[in-house]
Each structure stands twice: as structure tokens, then as C-alpha cells.
């Protein structure tokens, strides 16, 4: 069964960082696409970045480029996103995602507020 369980989150001042794990069991992160998507209040959930299996290769949204990082871990099973210079409207709930034959598994989310 696939699942994916994310933490890291907290409360943060603006400027400071996080660093998300996304911990995945069901499969192996090196094998699917997996990416980081957040949601904020009354807005839609839009991509943040994105690391591909074949050759690990990442990208970003324009909001976030240059602040933050995605990355995996293998012999962790783990997705990582390294959030640096966090600004206020970076305050959501952050999910990550991987898609397998069609159908997308997220996990639960783990809240991030950055305060002003």
C-alpha cells in the first residue's frame, strides 16, 4: 500500500527555513516522480517543485526559485524540501504527491506559517 506521511512543518519568522520530509512506504522514491504541492487559505493548491526518477532532475515554481530545494533520499525512502528566506506567503499546508499508473497518492500535509 502506498502512502506517504509528511512533517517538518511549524511556525517560523519570515526569513527563517524548514526543512519538510515526506517519509514513503509502498514503493521506492527513486522509481516515480514525486512532488511538493501547497495550499493556502482560500486558494488553490498549486506546485512547488517536482524531482524526476530517471535521472533526478527537479523543477520549480517561479514563487519558490532559488529558496528552495527538493531532494530524496534513498536509502531513507524519503522526499526532503529545504525551505530557505521563507516569506509570509509561503504560509500553507504542504502535500507531497507521486503518481503511480493514473491515480495520485498525497499525504496528510503538514501546516507551515511564517510569520511577518
Known amino acids: 500500500e502506498v502512502q506517504l506521511v509528511e512533517s517538518g512543518g511549524g511556525l517560523v519568522q519570515a526569513g527563517g527555513s524548514l526543512r519538510l520530509s515526506c517519509a514513503a512506504s509502498g514503493f521506492t522514491v527513486d522509481d516515480y516522480a514525486i512532488a511538493w504541492f501547497r495550499q493556502a487559505p482560500g486558494k488553490e493548491r498549486e506546485g512547488v517543485s517536482c524531482i524526476r526518477s530517471s535521472d533526478g532532475s527537479t523543477t520549480y515554481g517561479d514563487s519558490v526559485k532559488g529558496r528552495f530545494t527538493i531532494s530524496r533520499d534513498n536509502a531513507k525512502n524519503t522526499l526532503t524540501l529545504q525551505m530557505n528566506s521563507l516569506k509570509p506567503e509561503d504560509t500553507a499546508v504542504y502535500y507531497c504527491?507521486?503518481?503511480?499508473?493514473?491515480?495520485?497518492?498525497w499525504g496528510q500535509g503538514t501546516q507551515v506559517t511564517v510569520s511577518s
Open positions: 504527491k507521486v503518481t503511480q499508473w493514473g491515480y495520485d497518492y
